[in-house]
């Protein structure tokens, strides 16, 4: 069985959620340096119905859920600080990367309700992952039953084409 539409539509799949990640990370305000935003690839198989979205970037889980086990990165966090040009008053950077590196080891990072203060006080900042399926799953489901609605029907009336062959 050939799954051509299938795959291309798969292909549309993985563009359409690696654009939702992108969208939902910078909606929730989590886009310092935006390297975890561009890590994201699509991982397909030729022969295969499986596409996944892949990042090389390992804090993506804990971008995603704070309250995930880890060591803080002290040269991760302060490249942060510096990307969101924090600044104390008389202390440099570094000082406050260690304080916030102390902070997170101790406390880990706030996950619900952790949030950043807007009009109305309603930006979401964790789960991006879960928000971006929530959002794409109609899109998502649409494609690929599109795809195989056209692969089936097309396998069917190859057969139908077939039987008629050995009919006559």
Do not use: C
């Amino acid at each position: 069985m050939r799954w051509t539409n299938t795959h291309k539509k798969l292909n549309i799949v993985g563009n359409l959620i690696i654009k939702g990640l992108q969208d939902t990370l910078k909606l929730q305000k989590h886009n310092a340096t935006g390297r975890l935003s561009n890590s994201f690839k699509k991982d397909m198989k030729s022969n295969s119905l499986i596409m996944n979205v892949i990042t090389n970037r390992k804090y993506w889980r804990i971008v995603n859920n704070g309250k995930a086990a880890f060591k803080p990165n002290l040269g991760e966090i302060y490249k942060w600080v510096v990307a969101k040009g924090i600044k104390g008053s008389g202390i440099g950077q570094m000082v406050i990367a260690k304080r916030i590196a102390k902070k997170i080891q101790e406390k880990g990072i706030p996950s619900k309700p952790y949030v950043v203060w807007t009009e109305g006080n309603n930006l979401k900042r964790t789960n991006f992952a879960g928000v971006t399926k929530e959002k794409k799953k109609k899109q998502v489901v649409n494609h690929i039953m599109g795809g195989v609605i056209s692969d089936v029907a097309k396998m069917i009336r190859s057969q139908i084409n077939k039987n008629k062959i050995a009919q006559k």
